[in-house]
């Protein structure tokens, strides 16, 4: 049996803020609060700390239904968004599976410095089957085959000068990839996600690769 189901993707498509969210708690939320709890333990292994579980609770909409949603995991009980993290989530489309720096944190100018010294080597260990996102309000994604180290030294000095800037790389799972996943396919699949992506979280928090 599939983890997530025809159901939890056609969460997106019920309008309505309110009618949105309900469905969202009662079908989505609690398979993301699993995994919440069932992977943080394997990433504080990965990553040598201990990582915490957020699941996004869109708290702030008064008027628009939210168009994807997540469980984040990030080395502080208190959030996600200011640090280097982990996410899972999903659009009508697709899963998603990323390392993520948003433009809320603050390592992003040693990051992206860090990053363009590092272009090369990073090149070389993402794996081609991967993509790429500067912007995680959006579903589009960006092939790391479409990729080069020229267009990663871009990216790195983008986030050490623009405040909004942003870097997520991981892959996609299509729907109906997806909805063929049992648990454990699921869990391995994010697992080998997280353990390839280690190199940047690395980089992220000041360490060297």
């Not at 919440?36 to 040598?48: E, F, I, T």
């Not at 997540?70 to 899972?88: D, E, I, N, T």
């Not at 579903?139 to 790195?156: L, N, R």
């Not at 909805?179 to 190199?199: A, C, K, Y």
Request: proline share 6%; aromatic share 10%; hydrophobic share 45%.
């Amino acid at each position: 049996m599939s983890y997530f189901t025809e159901e939890d993707f056609a969460v997106f498509t019920i309008p309505g803020l309110d009618a949105r969210m309900e469905a969202l708690k009662a079908t989505v939320r609690p398979k993301l609060e699993a995994l919440g709890a069932r992977l943080a333990p394997v990433l504080s292994a990965q990553c040598g700390e201990e990582m915490f579980a957020h699941v996004a609770k869109h708290a702030r909409r008064t008027i628009n239904p939210p168009s994807d949603t997540w469980v984040a995991w990030a080395a502080s009980k208190r959030g996600y968004k200011m640090l280097p993290h982990f996410q899972v989530g999903m659009w009508e489309t697709h899963l998603f599976i990323w390392f993520a720096v948003i433009y809320e944190a603050p390592v992003k100018p040693t990051f992206g410095t860090r990053l363009v010294a590092a272009a090369e080597h990073i090149h070389t260990l993402v794996p081609a089957s991967y993509v790429w996102s500067f912007d995680h309000t959006k579903p589009g994604t960006i092939p790391h085959t479409s990729i080069d180290t020229a267009a990663i030294t871009d990216a790195g000095e983008r986030l050490a000068r623009v405040k909004k800037s942003e870097l997520l790389c991981g892959i996609t799972l299509a729907k109906e990839e997806a909805l063929q996943l049992n648990d454990q396919e699921l869990l391995v699949r994010i697992e080998e996600t997280f353990h390839t992506m280690q190199p940047l979280y690395k980089l992220a928090c000041g360490e060297s690769i």
